[in-house]
């Protein structure tokens, strides 16, 4: 398995990539950043898709909407959950 | 009632009000990418839409960005009447082949015609009354019925209106902005007026 | 009332999963009858968790009853058959009159889209996909005028859920305006895997029965169908052997300018588009005998048109239900369906209840009727509200011609 520091990096390449944030590169994206509202603006449209990328890439299902608001605090939030929930 | 401003967006042009604003080589998405950079439209949103929506987004914000008034609209007075021939075909089609591998939320939500009205009514927070119509060509006689009793009854002041469509990636857009309110260089609100500014040839 | 003309109804036809015709279906009304179950019909990976509301019949029942080959889209097929009901329900014919047929929908002809993509798609190099995709929404309409014979003004609405809902109001507004003196204006919509997919996506569907304004909602259950009135001018109603009874007696659209497909927490477009409605047909929230909600079970829907019925009613709560517990959304139809069910509430003197409530939402200060419960009912209000913001509101008055 990858180190986490590695994870953090193609995560954000993934999500400007599923996400469309065309007007952002992995380096504007700081770890911590809240994902939605504030930070990068993320809206509910996009926890869904975050949903999607997870079950994707990573083979990891989540039961409803509200259970992503968690998980997707920040790239570092959801990093931790993929490290914990890849491959179960 | 005038035509106080109208835009087109069609391949390769985006005219306001008879004058070229934009003119490109590109097609396509790669176009309305590259007016939306030229013509400093500044709504990150945009890149998330889909080709319709982002025809709208380009389109109404050439025909409102010089307006100083907007804040003294009132939401309830402000609304939208648009029409096409595809309904949302390009979106539907974007979505279905995303679908091979996994259906997208994010394109599902555009494959509606009325996405691109609430794209636009959330950025200009417009709550009037918005329909969408779906008919073979651009209506100029229903067009001008349907938003003249609109504004006749109080219902609306302020309506954006006419025809938007994309199909095999090529947008085609002919805005109008009508007023209650008369403008020094406002054209009246005829059938006339909305068929010449919708069938001028504004060159490629 | 205003001094504009009144615009009645002058018959009623539906089509949906608790029946084939407008007698089933008060009769599934009546006896608490729902529709959905587990897929029958449509052809899903989804088919042993999500359950879905079908219609019964197959798409050969269907063409047989609207005289229509059975290679047309099922969108259209259940359009002329509900369509056809409402028109012989008014006793009219339509080729007397200027009559215009403004229908809705959503799904346009994606039915037979969907079928043709798995070929296409093994052998993609076989042609341009946008030139074979035949599904535009306004085929759809034309195919069933051509059925019906109306020629005078035929045009599709677009607007998502509250399509159907908005092509009657327009028809009203013809009338009143003196362009039509007949109107067929309702909507149409067929289950697809396309629409059961994005939904899906956006994890509003209930994997149980949908239970609207239920504190423990999960969500929508998909279904599909067709309504159809038949609106007239005043002119027109008192030749009708059947008199009317009915009148749309006010409307209103908004947008809640708010998010793509939720709603703002206040409600905002709604609570508009309610206001608008009552002031339309001159009525206080007081006078209004039975709310046939959007209530879709969603978590987003529910709270919204609640806080902006709680906003507008305050405290004076007329019974409500949401006939969505029976029907499950049939989206570009549901406006018109439920607009069928609000004519019905004021001929039989009924309100509809909803099914399987059994937590009343906290947030809300009322709670809708489970039971059916016999009483006057004058005036409906009745409530659809789309994706895109697109929020409208129609107000049914119970309206005798006695004055004509």
Known sequence: MENKQELVQRLKEQIIKQLKLEDKKPEDIGDHDPMFVEGLGLDSIDALELIVLLQQEYNIKLKSAEEGQDVFRSIDTMADYILEHEGK | MQITSAVIVREGIVVKDASVVFRSTETGSAFLNAAYEALEVMYPRFYKMDLLSKTGTVAVDALLKERTDLEHWRPEDTGMVLSNRNASIEADVQYLEASKAYPSPALFVYTLPNIVIGEISIRYQFKGENAFFISETFDADWMHWYVTDLMQR???KVCICGWIDVMDERPEACLFLVEQAPSATGQHFTVENLRSIYNKNYGK | MSKEQTVYIGGIGVISAIGNNVAENLDALVSGRAGMQAMQRLQSVHKDTLPVAEVALSNEALAARAGLPDTVSRTALLSAVAAKEAIADAGIECSKWRTGFISANSVGGMDKTEDFFPGFLEDAGSGDLKMVVNHECGAVTEVVADALGI??????????????????FLGARMIRQGVLDVVVAGGTDALTRFTLNGFNTLMILDQEYCQPFDENRRGLNLGEGAGYVVLVSEEVAATLSKKPFCALSGWCNA???????????????????????????GLSPAAISYINLHGTG?????IAEGTAIATLFEGNYPPMSSTKSFTGHTLGASGAIEAVYAVLAIREGLVFPSLRLQTPMKDLPFSVTTVLEKRQIDHVLSNSFGFGGNCSSLVFSRAALNHL
């Open chain 3, 255 to 281: 947008n809640d300018a708010y998010h793509q497909t939720a709603s703002s927490p206040t409600g905002t477009g709604s609570l508009l588009a309610m206001k608008g409605a009552l002031k339309k047909s």
């Open chain 3, 151 to 168: 020629k005078d003004f035929v045009t599709t609405i677009s607007t998502a859920c509250s399509s159907s809902a908005n092509s009657i």
């Open chain 2, 154 to 156: 109080h219902l609306l």
């Open chain 3, 298 to 302: 969603t978590q987003n829907n529910d």
